[in-house]
């Protein structure tokens, strides 16, 4: 009788803890995806650039120097190995294509603006494996709250 009873126990307890750590997720997913207040960085937006060879360090300055020169740019980053620059701007101000047009495209530079793929866009968010068991209840609990 005292081993049953013990074990009625332990399971009602298993059970209270994966039920609080549930609520808590879902809490947690609906305050994330709840917006009260515009999101600080709601207006920045990033785009990237590849380069077909290898560029000299003349050539990284220049690019770099013209990129500082637009309106709206708020941080540059060149990734020498993979051959690209990443760059941040204020989408009011300016836009993707033409930084890239008045920045980076030169014939010099064997450059092409980096365009997102029709399946990453369906995707939605990079991070989150949308087939997954976090993605799916964050999409359900997203469209509960939204």
Known sequence: MQLRKKIKWTIIG???V?????????VHIAVMVYHKAPLPFEHLQM???DFQAPLSATQLKKIKERLEQQKGIQSTFFNIKDRNVVYTFDNR???AGQI???????????SSPYTVTEADL???????????FYGKLTAAVSKIIN
Not at 100 to 110: E, F, K, N, R, S
């Open 122 to 132: 369906a995707s939605g968010c990079p991070v989150i494996d949308n087939h997954s």
């Open 47 to 49: 785009a990237r650039a």
């Open 14 to 16: 298993i059970l209270s």
């Open 100 to 110: 890239y047009h008045l920045a980076i495209q030169d014939p010099a530079y064997h």
């Open 18 to 26: 994966s039920f609080l750590l549930f609520l808590t997720l879902i």
């Open 93 to 95: 101000e300016n836009t």
